[in-house]
Nanobody
Framework: QVQLVESGGGLVQPGGSLRLSCAAS????????MGWYRQPPGKRREWVADISNDGSTSYGDSVKGRFTISRDNAKNTVYLQMNSLKSEDTSVYYC????????WGQGTQVTVSS
């Protein structure tokens, strides 16, 4: 059974930083592409970034240059470093695994507000 557990969300001021983590189990993590998505209040879930098994990354236009996705295969964990946060980044952030048994984590709330 695939399980994804996100952590690291919270309240941060505009311009601040947060690092999200997603711990995965039940998959062969090192060969699995992973992604981060978010769902702003009252809106549909949207793609943020993803990372392939070989470390290649892609980003949505709204976060490019501010967010960095990375992975640690030894820890079965994918990260999302978020810098220069804006109020419009306020969302529930979800981790997702691609390929076999795609699954969503429970989400972690990020609130950007002064």
């Amino acid at each position: 059974q695939v399980q994804l557990v996100e952590s690291g969300g919270g309240l941060v001021q505009p311009g601040g930083s947060l690092r999200l983590s997603c711990a995965a189990s039940g998959i062969v993590f090192s060969i699995t592409a992973m992604g981060w998505y978010r769902q702003p209040p009252g809106k549909r879930r949207e793609w943020v970034a993803d990372i392939s098994n070989d470390g290649s990354t892609s980003y949505g236009d709204s976060v490019k240059g501010r967010f960095t996705i990375s992975r640690d295969n030894a820890k079965n964990t994918v990260y999302l470093q978020m810098n220069s946060l804006k109020s419009e980044d306020t969302s529930v952030y979800y981790c997702h695994n691609f390929g076999v048994s795609p699954t969503w984590g429970q989400g972690t709330q990020v609130t950007v507000s002064s």
